[in-house]
């Protein structure tokens, strides 16, 4: 039997998750009859190379928009808002990696392998987690079913590309000019300089909230994903540190049950999605220049916390652009096809 | 009437703790008779410019350490086992900065400011805490005072100066080879790569153990600064990042009572040796770049835990070399002047 192929648009097509996506479709061997990348005015009639074929991008009319099955957005959260619901009601589901849509109720925050089944009441569009909420699901979701979470609390070093294309551009000319002793240009794309330097801010700060717009979307976001009630605590402090690729988390974990640094380690072992790398002493941990570009999280320096006998510490590293976007969606994109679960489910 | 002055050693004069040990006793005035630069065989002979003089130095022997009246040692744990007892032998009291003496039940371990009035019962030897454990004192001390510690979490982010010289010249030549596109050379001081990447493993892990020694250092210090009983917890995760200077924490502090974070901002706002930097919206947080070559620690980001009802979150920055190890250490050597506490006191 031939299996059905779908028409799929990528939207933000030439943005750095958008590179991603198009990859990870060609990858994971994604059942696409066409692929169809849509960019901003700006790239109409840019070309763009998948596997073997260059893909001219369109800009997204309602012409344009026509006869897409499954759209994968990760263009801006305003182009989202605005042509997310356009694309629905032009026959497509929309997977949608801005925060625009995470958090409505009637949309479904899907990390897949963890939540998968949300997936299926959908009506029209499904958003993907922030990219830190996604590396840390993976490690927390096989522990919270295990022996139920009672409270967390995350610190993170998060690397630029999270932020696009240009942000790897400033902290790599930063640290030229560092190198070089010479002076360096204002910032553009972050407040402070980012080279050889951390800044405890990951966007913005809105309204004289005292945790950044980051922060508040992973604790947020952890508690939707995982069903948790109010009772578990959730604690963010997100940092970006002069890192090119790879989101690096230092995790304190407390459970209701009791839950053995071993126990820990057998369990995520056995879960998909994710590679214990845990011998320390041979220097065998996670660490972001490994995390770039596999679709794994990789978790170590699993160890009990030696102020709690409920809590372990962990450190996880993804690839915040791979599992962290672009592998997510087109995972979630597979749940579709696979289930069936295409059309408004809800 | 002429202020007392002092014959000053300085072992481990050569190196970045060295170094910085010796701007810091110009820069404070201390008031030394005489400055005594003391360096490995490898330095013999050198020259090391202090203020407007070239000072020679001088390899320790029986005969070199004779008439030094305090000894502030910044060389390595080994050759502080050696010579400190016998500067000590020889009259001196020595200021060790190594992590030898630290936790000797009759050594005091001594952040100036926090727990001065430890240094007046000496048997010739004081230490100076890890640059981790120093910069974290000086918040956490007014908040243990004002409403007491019950439960501790850390995640670092820490400079490789720290480490020493050959550590900045590992991230920069690192950091140059990536930037032009070439090969990066096996790394030397850190057992991976460090420019563009997180080590979660600062110092080494021994005997089997799940924490570093640098861990288990912050963990042990930080309970015999502050006569923290094992009610308290205290959890570190140390992390290394690619930052020259200025070593960066995240915090987790629950305390016995309630302490709100404007309390809290007032509180460390009083206090010696603290610099708030807590206006988030506009940009203004503590960051390794302005740490560098200061001497109070940065704290801001200043915030309820939003999962625990008397857990704050907090931001701290500190220079590694400067407050971190050679200001205390020369805040310490002035409590001894200022005190009369030279001689041995136990």
């Known amino acids: 039997m ?52 260059l893909l001219k991008c369109r800009v997204p ?42 958090m409505y109720d009637e949309v479904p925050l899907v990390v897949a392998g963890v939540n998968s089944e949300a997936a299926e009441h959908h009506r029209g569009i499904i958003a993907n987690p922030n990219c ?15 022996a139920g979470l009672e409270r967390l609390i995350l610190s993170s070093y998060q690397a630029v590309s999270g932020t696009g294309q240009r942000a790897i551009e400033e902290l790599r000319a930063q640290s030229a000019a560092i190198l070089a002793g010479e002076e360096v240009a204002a910032p ?25 717009t980051e922060e508040r979307k992973v604790m947020a976001e952890s508690r939707k994903i995982l069903g948790l009630d109010e009772q578990v605590g959730i604690s963010a402090t997100c940092a970006r540190v002069p890192v090119v690729s790879g989101h690096s988390e230092s995790l304190n974990i407390q459970t209701t049950e009791d839950l053995s640094p071993d126990d820990c380690r057998q369990l995520l072992a056995a879960a998909e999605g994710i590679t214990v790398s845990d011998s320390p002493a041979e220097g065998i941990y996670p660490m972001a220049i490994d995390a770039a570009g596999i679709d794994e ?20 590293v993804g690839d915040n652009l791979r599992k962290g976007a672009a592998t997510n969606a087109v995972q979630v994109a597979e749940l579709l096809a696979e289930n069936g679960w295409l059309g408004n489910r809800a």
Not at 74 to 86: D, F, I, M, N, R
Not at 188 to 211: C, M, R, T, W
């Open 188 to 212: 553009d794309v972050y407040p402070h300089q980012i080279a050889f330097n951390v800044l405890p801010q990951v966007e913005s700060f809105k309204d004289g909230d005292d945790y950044t």
């Open 297 to 316: 999280v990789l978790v170590g320096r699993i160890r009990r916390d030696p102020g709690h006998e409920r809590c372990l510490n962990l450190w996880l």
């Open 61 to 102: 009319s309602p012409e344009s928009i026509q006869g897409i099955e499954i759209l994968i957005s990760s263009a801006g959260g305003s182009v989202s808002a605005e042509w997310a619901p356009k694309f629905v009601e032009a026959g497509a589901v929309v997977i949608d990696n801005t925060s625009y849509w995470r």
């Open 2 to 53: 031939a299996r059905r192929e779908y028409r799929v648009g990528v939207l933000g097509a030439t943005g750095a998750v958008g590179t991603s996506i198009l990859e990870v479709l060609g990858s994971r061997d994604f059942p696409a009859a066409e692929i169809v990348p849509f960019a901003s005015e700006r790239s109409a009639g840019k070309s763009i190379e998948v596997g073997d074929s």
């Open 132 to 146: 830190t909420t996604m590396v840390m699901m993976m490690a927390l979701a096989p522990i919270h079913r295990a």
